[in-house]
């Protein structure tokens, strides 16, 4: 009698369960039901969403973000670099800024290449993020006085060392840029089930265009204020 009981009960009890707090999402591992720490980005989502989203999420709409706040900055003042550091005049900065964001926009399709034939979102994410850091570094060390100083190098030396470096470094950027592009937003897409994707790219998108207007304001005052050796030049 007790053990008849007990099985009637039973489904009861598995009713009264709460949901897991990724419910409603695909493809779930152990990172989307995270601890006490990482609930708070969980938490976060949820109120701003109005869903449970996993915790990866989180980390995909930030470093969206982050990525176009850099791209963008870099893009803000790159061509006060070309005028008043490389010392090109005004037609070839204008040519080699328009050239720059032309290979960005089309450095997409080899990104979408060797995701989808290759090496998958995932790991073309993870290349490409590292040529991407990898360019600006390289671009950030051609600027450094140490590296490229007038007193330290002759006029005939400084000038090819930090062009070559600027040029090559610019070729990362666009390459990682690019390439990471069409995998970024697909990989996000692919956490969810139908229903809950708009919601998910209406943060994604919000985290683009967030990125992108604060650098465009926040790196020409920083370009201003900070002083040091080398940065009055640009």
Not at 82 to 109: K, Q
Not at 141 to 153: E, K, S, T, Y
Not at 172 to 182: H, N, V, Y
Request: charged share 15%.
């Amino acid at each position: 009698m007790g053990l008849f009981n007990l099985r009637k009960r039973r489904p009861r009890e598995i009713e009264q369960q709460p949901s897991p707090p990724c419910s409603g999402v695909a493809n779930r591992t152990e990172l989307d039901c995270p601890q006490w720490g990482q609930r708070v980005l969980v938490c976060f989502l949820q109120k701003f969403c109005g869903s449970n989203y996993p915790l990866s999420i989180a980390f995909i709409v930030v470093t969206e973000f982050c990525e176009r706040f850099s791209y963008y900055g870099m893009k803000a003042v790159l061509t006060l670099y070309f005028l008043n550091f490389l010392h090109w005049d005004e037609n070839l900065s204008t040519s080699m800024y328009h050239a720059f964001s032309g290979l960005c926009y089309f450095t997409p399709v080899i990104g979408a290449i060797i995701a989808d034939s290759w090496l998958g979102k995932f790991k073309t994410i993870i290349c490409l993020s590292i040529v991407y850091v990898t360019g600006h570094v390289i671009k950030s060390v051609g600027a450094i006085p140490v590296v490229g100083d007038q007193v330290l190098h002759d006029a005939e030396m400084f000038f090819p060392i930090c062009r070559v470096l600027s040029m090559f470094g610019l070729s990362l950027i666009a390459f990682g840029t690019g390439g990471i592009k069409p995998c970024v937003a697909a990989l996000g897409g692919d956490q969810f089930e139908e229903e809950h994707r708009s919601k998910f790219f209406s943060v994604f998108y919000l985290s683009i265009n967030a990125g992108s207007l604060i650098s465009t304001f926040v790196t020409p005052v920083l370009r201003g204020q900070i002083k040091g050796p080398g940065l009055g030049r640009l």
